[in-house]
Structure formats: structure tokens, C-alpha cells
């Protein structure tokens, strides 16, 4: 560890934290292109990020795997192959550690350290980072890559300090897993992640209790194992993919379709979201242009998709709670699964509607809801989700010019110039940060884009001998106010509990906060501002 003996500390070019994609690669780029004296600081003791936390049963990826990886390196390519349509858990932390060997990053990243402090000095225009162990680093660019899912949210339900059994957050899932077999399981939440899980802990578990608060899509993600023909044949399109990836809104490798739902007869709809739902996957969501923009063109694809529940569900009152479904398709992020709702058909699984009955409290022996009832449980999962976007930046207490503070400034929701830049706090960088279309894409699109701004925006300040560069206010603020536009433009704003919103935490200020003009106009506006010399920023 590199900390001067006199207590003096540690001097950098550019310190990054987090070492999951955008980490890695943001040091490979100011390290190996720009010559910056770096260094990563991860609070974990591996790398793979939101990959090295996420362990839970089931955990896979919903991107297919052909998209789902670097595409700033043919031969770095080249030398890795995925082996399923989805890359489980383990393929991809297998593949980041790939990464960091093949770039030869690892002596550059500092393990086990968690960032708890940043501050901005004005007359050096160099950041020191504190770390929770009390060492003190100083850097000129600060670069945070801390994903936006990686803040647990545990429900502060009264009375988890007195459950007797065993209670997990799958994004913190420990290590050696736990052990279902023969254990009541309670599971909470429902979102991608619960889809994910449930079917797997029913598979050892003695019951499966699944408590659902809000009802949710899902579609088949028709996972399976890539053939060596597959394998081959996909990284000799590496070209023709990574131009369709960015090139499409969401950065998927496919494209979504200029047919309007609403203009189709009742049969043509039957026929492609048929078809869809045997492809399965996001794909179903690209099957017509209007699904995200039309409530009456969303209303054929709810239709169909809760029709599909009650068909999969044997008991009808089990169909009825789960396919009971308020918001339109996809306006909450849309989970794919693997036999999600036929595990409802399995007698030691069941689905307790905790809007109807909701959950009051936990007690020694399991979950108790406000009817009184009381479900014995030996094991509880939380699937229940992030404190998104903010939750991660602001888990960190960065000071900016003047002694301002960002959780004083985001208050009442977060401020970004293009989610990478935030006024008050100069050659500060937060690569997908609230105001990037990052988690409305295939994440490693818009990182890999934002890292790539990132480095060159620093490389072009280097050049010109600029030592502060900080976005202005006024850019943030029609920033803001256009990313609010960009949401109400589309339908995702009417899941009112979404975790976009920020709705999924108490207390949490309800921003849209992810950018939902899609990843293509988002590279164009990024591009457009540092061919303007930086506009929206001041620098000197
Ligand atoms: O979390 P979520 P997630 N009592 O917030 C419920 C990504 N991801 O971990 O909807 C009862 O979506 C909550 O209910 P409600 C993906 O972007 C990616 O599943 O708030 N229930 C909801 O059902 C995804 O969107 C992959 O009413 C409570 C659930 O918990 C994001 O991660 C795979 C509750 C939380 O759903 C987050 O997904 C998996 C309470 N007190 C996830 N609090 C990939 O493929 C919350 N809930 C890459």
C-alpha cells in the first residue's frame, strides 16, 4: 500500500473507486493511454462489482451475452467466450477477473478499501480521499464507478433484530451461499431479482413463501447453452455487433421494431407476441416501436403477458394474485425468467399478497402481517432492491467548493450535467451516474461510452493545461429539466413505485433519474458538448 511513512498522502493523477466494469476499464484507459499515475479503490476483496456482491440463486444476467461484454478490445474479445445465451454470475466474475489479468490491472487496484470521504481543495484543485480505515489519498481527477446498483435496500421492517432464523440481502450474498434444504424460506420482493431467485431456492427448499407486494411481467429468457458453431460465429461478427449495440437506444443487439402495436388487428398481435414470447427475453419488448410511448399500443402486450400468467398458473386464485398487475409492461424494469410462474404450481411454493395483507412486522418466528397471521419461517430474503443511483454516491461524503456537501445539494434529488459531472464539485466524474441513460441500457454501452468521455475530457484538460473543470449550474439544471422530459415522453413514470422514481425508499425524493432519451442521442449530446470545447462547463 502506498501511503507516505510521514503521513503525508498518497499523491495520484486519478483515483478511481469501484472496480466492476467501468472501474476496470477507466483505469486501463488513464493508465495505458493517457500515462496517468491511477489507482482503483474497492471496497471489496475481489473485482467484478454489482458480479462480485450479487450471488444469489439464480443470479444471471437479463443482457445475452453476446452484448454483455467489452467492446473496446478486438483481440481482449477474441479471448474470452461466453457459454449461454446469458452469462450466470459466476461467467461474468470469471470474465472480470479475465479482464484484469489480461490488462494487467490488478497492481493497480487497491482491495478492501472502502471510499467514506471526498474532498475538494480549492488551492491545489486536487481531491483527498479518506477511506474508512483512515488513509488519506489526493488526486487531481476523481472518478467514482460505483455502479447504481450496488446500495442494499433492506426494508426497515420493526422487529429483524428478533427473527431467529437466517435473513440475507441477495445483493450482499455471502460466499459460501446458504443452505435451503429443508428450510421454510420466505422470500420478499419481486422484481428482476426475485423472479430470478425463487425458482431456484424452491428447488431445494422444504416451502417457498414468496411475499409480493407488487405484481410484475415477466417473460421466458429461453436460456441455453451457446454451441461451438454459435461461439465461433459470434466473435467473427464481433464488428457488425458492437455497431448494432451502439447504435440501438437501449443497447441491446437488436433492434426495435418501427411497427405500431396500435395499428395492428387483434390476430397480427397474437402472431408477433407469440412469436416474441417463444424468442423470449428483451426481446419481447422490442417486438413494436410504441410499447413505451402508447398506453392503449402497452395495454395489448399487458394483455397478452397477463393471459400468459393464468395459463402457465393451475390455481386460479395463485393466477389472480400474481397476474393482478398495475402498471403498464415495462415501465418498471421487466424481469426475464426462467420457470418463474410455473413454480407456482409446485405445492411446497405459495404467493402471499401483502398489498392486500401487508407485512407489520418480524418476530422470532418469521413474518407476521397485519391481519394477524403469522408465517413460520426458518430463512427471509430481502430481493427487495437498491437504494438506486444515489444510494451508492451518496454513501460517500463528498465536499465540495466551499465546504458544500453533495447529500445537501441532492437533498431534494440529484444534480448532474449528462450524469457525468456535477456543478460544485469540480474533476469530479461519475461514470453512469443519475441523469445517464445507464440502467435504461445495456449497461456496458453506456460505460464503456461514459468512460471512454471521461478519459478524454481529462486527456484534452491535460493538453490545454487546465487543472479544474467544472460543470455549471445552468447545464445542470436544463439537464435536469431535460431528463424529466425525456421520462414524461414515454410511459416509464406511470409505475409509480418504481425504482427509477426512487419510490422503492422511504423518504427518498421522487426524481426520475435515469435518462430516457436512449443511449444513441445520449452519445450525441456527450459528443456535441466536448466538440463545443466543453460547453455547459467552466474550467480554468
Ligand atoms: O429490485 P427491485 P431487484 N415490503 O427494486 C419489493 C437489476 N437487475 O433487485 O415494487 C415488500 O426491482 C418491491 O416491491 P414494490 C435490474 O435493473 C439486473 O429485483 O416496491 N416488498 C419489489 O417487488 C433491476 O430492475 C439483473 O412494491 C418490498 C422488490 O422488492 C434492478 O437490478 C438481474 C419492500 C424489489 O424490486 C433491481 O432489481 C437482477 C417491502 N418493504 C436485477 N421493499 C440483470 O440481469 C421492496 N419490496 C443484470
Known sequence: ???????????????????????????HLLRDRLGLKTRVLEAADGVGGTWYWNRYPGARCDSESHS??????????????????????????????????????????????????????EKTNLWTVTTKAGERLTCRWLITAVGCLSSANVPDIPGLETFKGEWRHTGRWPHEGVDFAGKRVGQVGTGSTGIQAAPVIAETAKTLTVFQRTANYSVPARNH????????EL???????????????????????ADKAAEQDAETLAQRYE?????????FRAVFGDLLVDKGANDTAATFLKGKIREIVKDPATAAVLSNIDHPYAAKRPPIDTNYFDTFNKPHVAVIDVRADPIKRIVPEGIELESGKVHELDVIVFATGFDAMTGPLLAIDFEGVGGRRLKDDWAAGPRTWMGVAVPGYPNLFTVTGPGSPSVLANMIVPIEQHVEWIADCIETMRAEGVERIEAEPAAAEAWMGHVNDAANATLLPEAGHSWYLGANVPGKPRVFMPYAGGMVRFREICDAVSAAGYAGFARN
Request: hydrophobic fraction near 35%.
Open 1 to 27: 500500500m502506498e501511503t507516505a511513512s510521514n503521513g503525508t498522502p498518497a499523491s495520484y493523477d486519478a483515483l478511481i473507486v469501484g472496480a466492476g466494469f467501468a472501474g476496470l476499464y477507466q483505469l
Open 68 to 121: 454483455y461484454r467489452y467492446f473496446f478490445s478486438r483481440e481482449l474479445h477474441d479471448s474470452w467466450d461466453y457459454s449461454e445465451r446469458y452469462p450466470g454470475q459466476e461467467e461474468i466474475r470469471a470474465y472480470l477477473n479475465h479482464v484484469a489479468d489480461h490488462l494487467d490491472l490488478r497492481r493497480d487496484i487497491q482491495l478492501e478499501t472502502r471510499v467514506a470521504a471526498a474532498a475538494f481543495d
Open 225 to 232: 447453452p451457446l454451441s461451438p458453431e454459435r461461439k465461433r
Open 235 to 257: 466473435t467473427e461478427r464481433f464488428e457488425e455487433i458492437r455497431d448494432l449495440v451502439r447504435s440501438t437506444p437501449n443497447a441491446h443487439p437488436f433492434r426495435i421494431s
Open 275 to 283: 412469436k416474441a414470447w417463444e424468442i423470449g427475453g428483451l426481446r
